[in-house]
């Protein structure tokens, strides 16, 4: 848990340690430690330097899952390229009760906004008949995302309870951050998890802040730096994340 209690300014506030483009174009090393990214919130996700696995940070505990959909706890020295993170108070809460598919789920989430034009922090917790999520396994830089993201081992579980942790971002900040829902789960036990690709929710809560600051961390790497950002990476970001 985390000792760190953030002043009123700061619970609407989400952070980025750098854009996801840098991701897309095969920087995976910005050697930016968790120390750091815990200054700005509790709640979260993101991946590990080398691309080595997805994280999940949550009630200021930061996880990794691995290529094999393991997880476990990892310290706050660890590096990461990219983060994104929020000290979570959530605004408003929600419940469904009733068996999902995934399609409906996702429009039943996009209901309880009041704008597309904002980020939001989401919490969903409770039981899935069934979920099916992917990890990535440990990469040098320079190979690119959506090739990576060709080889990523999936997984499926059923009846399982656990956390989806994540944000919606809004379809103008794709340049920082995937467009739309981007949610990571952490199972109940806290040994599995990984990048959500569908679930089917069966009894679930959800909590949602919503976050109308944004804090953009630029690396000082070499490779970012130097790298060219011009090129349009929409298609690339979606073939990678969804």
Known sequence: MTNKTPDASRCNSIYFCAPVNALVEGIYQQKIPFTEIKQHGDFGLGTFDHLDGEMVMLDGEIYQITSDGAAARVADDTLTPFSCVTFYQPMSHDRLEQPCSYPAFLEWLNSLF?????????????????????????????????????????????????????????????????????????????????????????????????????????????????????????????????
Do not use: W
């Open 114 to 242: 009041p704008s597309p034009n904002i980020f939001y922090a989401i919490r969903v917790e409770g039981h899935f008949s069934r979920i099916k999520v992917r990890s990535v396994p440990r990469q040098e830089s320079y190979r690119p995302l959506a090739e990576v993201a060709r080889d990523q081992p999936v997984f499926e579980y059923s009846d399982t309870e656990g956390t989806l942790v994540g944000f919606y971002t809004p379809s103008f900040m794709g340049s920082l951050s995937v467009p739309g829902m981007h949610l990571h789960f952490l199972s109940a036990d806290r040994k599995t998890g990984g990048h959500l690709l569908e679930c089917c929710p069966n009894d679930v809560t959800v909590g949602i802040q919503f976050l109308t600051t944004l804090e953009l961390g630029l690396p000082m790497s070499f490779d970012y730096l130097t790298c060219d950002f011009q090129r349009d990476t929409e298609k690339d970001l979606e073939s990678a994340e969804k």
